[in-house]
């Protein structure tokens, strides 16, 4: 099962208003209710802004994202009229060409599930570093956001989330939360997957240990395109917990080296 969610609000008043008086609000939830997880999904938590921004001061790439756009030919689709009328140029024609520029869009997919062993501390290291490289990336051109939460489903075997994110321009309140807290996925993704579908706590039935197997299961589903980054779930020993400035600078490598394969 599949469900798509607009912007974050809507994810947030609905999987808010799932409530279970049983539920904890201990460390493995980030010390938070799922009240108040909800609440924060709505109005947001940028205290941990300037940790990004001092990750970002260690970042030293500029990328370039391929598109395709219409370009002056000597052969093509379809010609300019009043070009060849004038004859002042052969390329009076137009066809698509891959190019890039700094107004290229940025996709990246990001799932915000964790491993049950994942402390909340380390759960904010990730998403401190994810927010820097979002920020970095947005800095040069617009990037479009979409959270996920990846988790096993009653109807067929998986419970997909997606979660479009306002990033045009980016809200940093909203998205800080839901990036850097344990208790975004624990107890608003999972309670609200347990609702749909039944979730039972385990991971999807085809996740198996995640990684590149995973994610080519789940690129077709989301529609994703080849150049769309896809961060998974976060597990312990993750790159973006363990080796933060390195772990974005990979990323933005993917994408120059993307550009020079496909010039």
Same mark, same amino acid.
């Given at each position: =099962? ?16 799932? +409530? ?27 205290? +941990?802004?300037? *940790? ?18 219409? *370009? ?20 009076? =024609? ?23 062993? +994942? ?20 800095? =040069? ?26 990033? *045009? ?36 039935? *085809? ?16 529609? =994703? ?39």
């Amino acid at each position: =099962m599949l469900i798509r969610f607009d912007s974050l609000g809507d994810f947030a008043r609905r999987a808010g208003a799932v +409530l279970s008086p049983s539920w904890s609000s201990g460390s493995w939830y980030g010390d938070i209710s799922h009240a108040r997880a909800g609440e924060l999904a709505l109005s947001g938590d940028d205290s +941990l802004v300037p *940790q990004a921004e001092t990750l970002l001061e260690q970042l030293d790439a500029a990328i370039d994202i391929t598109h395709s756009t219409w *370009q002056p030919s000597v052969y093509g689709a379809y010609p300019i009229v009043p070009e060849f009328l004038a004859g002042a140029s052969p390329d009076y =024609m137009r066809r698509r060409q891959v190019c890039s520029d700094d107004v290229s869009p940025i996709t990246i997919y990001v799932s915000t599930t964790c491993s049950a062993s +994942l402390e909340a501390d380390a759960m904010l290291k990730r998403g401190v570093a994810i927010l820097a490289l979002v920020l970095k990336l947005q800095a =040069m051109r617009p990037v479009k956001l979409i959270l996920l939460a990846e988790t096993h489903g009653r109807s067929n075997g998986e419970c997909l989330q997606a979660i479009e994110i306002n990033s *045009q321009p980016l809200d940093l309140a909203t998205i800080c939360f839901a990036l850097t807290h344990v208790g975004f996925a624990r107890h608003l993704t999972y309670s609200l997957a347990r609702e749909l579908d039944g979730f039972n706590g385990s991971w999807p039935n *085809q996740y198996g240990d995640g990684g590149a197997r995973w994610e080519a299961h789940i690129r077709p589903i989301l529609d =994703m395109q080849p150049q769309d980054l896809y961060i998974g779930a976060a597990r312990s020993w993750d790159e973006a917990i363990t080796n933060p400035v390195p772990w974005v600078n990979a990323q933005i490598e993917h994408f120059r080296n993307l550009n020079e394969r496909e010039n």
